[in-house]
């Protein structure tokens, strides 16, 4: 079992940055390809970004692109998120996940293990 955990969510200003962190107990992140994702209140959980497993790969949801980035830090075991230029509709609950699958999704059905997510809210 992989044990995910988010952290640095929280309640910003748009415009404004939150980089998020996602680690795990028990075993190397280096072994998955991994990914965020997000869900807003009445909405379906949506993909953000992925990153392969030698971190040499990445995918980012079309909404989010040049303003986040995903990258990993394998000594770290940990996995980041960097969000800049926030907006409004960036507001939601942001989970890690860790995949094994060979290569990099976007479909959340692909990953097999969710961390229980970190509450980002962006105020107008």
């Known amino acids: 079992q992989v044990q995910l955990v988010e952290s640095g969510g929280g309640l910003v200003q748009a415009g404004g940055s939150l980089r998020l962190s996602c680690t795990a107990s028990?075993?190397?992140?280096?072994?998955?390809?991994m990914g965020w994702f997000r869900q807003a209140p009445g909405k379906e959980r949506e993909f953000v970004a992925a990153i392969s497993r030698s971190g040499g790969g990445t995918i980012d949801a079309d909404s989010v692109k040049g303003r986040f980035t995903i990258s990993r830090d394998s000594a770290q075991n940990t996995v980041y998120l960097q969000m800049n230029d926030l907006k409004p509709e960036d507001t939601a609950v942001y989970y890690c996940a860790a995949s094994r699958v060979t290569t990099m999704s976007v479909q959340d059905r692909r990953y097999d293990y969710w961390g229980p997510g970190t509450q980002v809210t962006v105020s107008s």
């Open positions: 028990g075993r190397t992140l280096s072994n998955y390809n």
